[in-house]
């Protein structure tokens, strides 16, 4: 039986410059026009799909989102569901100065749909970066890869999930209040992750 599959994956770093993802969307169109294999599109698109996907900062300019959707739309690619905050990205600050974005996303095709059908993705806790970073993964390979790593190793990863957890309920309530408390008890939690990391490598 032939196990071998194809499938394209584009990576995206978007401009900051509106004009200049311009060139961006044409890429990705004339990608899309020639595209016969499940396609996943990933990375910082740096830009929102609409208002919902941001807290705080200057008003939304519904042309970049439009041309957004016009191109997401046009590519037939569709948003996969994921897991975790809806923001992926922070900038940094605390009260009225802070900004949250959903600015990552991954865009597949029908095709990639079907052939990964038990696909999930994980928007993860922000150390270190200013964006979350996103995991995809398929649940069978989730699943052994838990099983194997118990049986080899035993429950070393417990504390860094654990700590991972409290990490993640940390962001939900800066997200929810700004407060400059809120953000210290987020770099304190954070820090110790990183420490807690670093033990695991």
Not at 17 to 33: F, G, M, N, P, V
Not at 106 to 116: D, G, K
């Amino acid at each position: 039986m032939d196990t071998q599959m194809s499938f394209i994956v584009t990576f995206v770093y978007a401009k900051c410059d509106s004009t200049k993802r311009i060139e961006l969307w044409d890429r990705l169109y004339a990608i899309a026009r020639d595209m016969s294999l499940p396609w996943l599109v990933r990375g910082y698109f740096n830009v929102i799909w609409d208002k919902e996907e941001r807290i705080g900062g200057l008003s939304v300019h519904m042309n970049d989102v439009l041309d957004f959707r016009h191109c997401v739309n046009t590519c037939n690619l569709f948003d996969l569901v994921f897991k975790g905050s809806i923001y992926t990205w922070w900038n940094g600050r605390g009260e009225d100065d802070c900004i949250f974005q959903r600015l990552d996303r991954c865009l597949a095709n029908v095709e990639f749909q079907q052939m990964f059908a038990r696909l999930e993705i994980t928007h993860l806790s922000k150390i270190g970066s200013d964006h979350r970073p996103m995991m995809l993964s398929l649940k069978k390979v989730k699943k052994a890869l838990l099983i194997w790593s118990k049986d080899t190793y035993g429950n070393i990863f417990q504390n860094i999930a654990s700590l991972e957890e409290v990490v993640l309920v940390h962001e939900v309530q800066f997200e929810l209040n700004h407060s400059f408390q809120n953000r210290e008890r987020l770099m304190k939690v954070q820090a110790e992750f990183i420490k807690y990391l670093a033990l695991e490598e």
